[in-house]
């Protein structure tokens, strides 16, 4: 049994690794390509969580909610991109940091305007729920909304 939960730890420890690896390594692939410091990509992920939840929710239908979701983030972050980070490409860094951090600010007043300070619940499709088992001992798989 500790065999067994040794494995699953270690396959926790591989997922988290990986996560935190490809969040930062795309951060940095941002920052030195575009030589612009955003931080205001965690806004962008949360209009696209917030859609998802939002037409999920009155359509019914998870797949619906998620191409709702990626299309809404896509075209915040189109828009931000032609309003605010044009003007920033050739500003200081610090410049930068003060008006991507501003951006976080009124993306977050204007998700607790819209949507209230609840959160949204989603229930995972039947398709997403259910077991992974191992050797001796079944995991439940966890995803993020759960």
């Known amino acids: ?40 990509h965690g806004s962008f ?28 983030a896509a075209l915040v972050g189109a828009l931000v991109e032609l309003l605010v980070i044009r003007r920033l490409y050739h500003r200081p860094h610090l410049d930068q940091v003060l008006a991507t951090f501003a951006l976080i600010l009124i993306f ?11 959160p949204l619940w989603l229930s995972p499709p039947s398709w997403l729920t259910g077991f992974v088992t191992l050797p001796g001992r079944p995991v439940t798989r966890s995803i993020g909304w759960c």
């Open 1 to 40: 049994m500790s065999v067994t939960l040794l494995i699953e730890q270690l396959l926790n420890g591989i997922q988290l690794g990986t996560m935190l690896f490809l969040m930062a390594s795309g951060l940095t692939l941002v920052f030195g390509v575009m030589g612009l410091i955003n931080l205001a």
């Open 108 to 118: 977050s007043e204007g998700t607790r305007w819209l949507f209230g300070s609840s």
């Open 45 to 72: 992920y949360m209009v696209g969580a917030y859609a998802t939840a939002a037409v999920s929710a009155s359509t019914g239908s998870f797949l619906i909610g998620l191409t709702a979701g990626m299309t809404a």
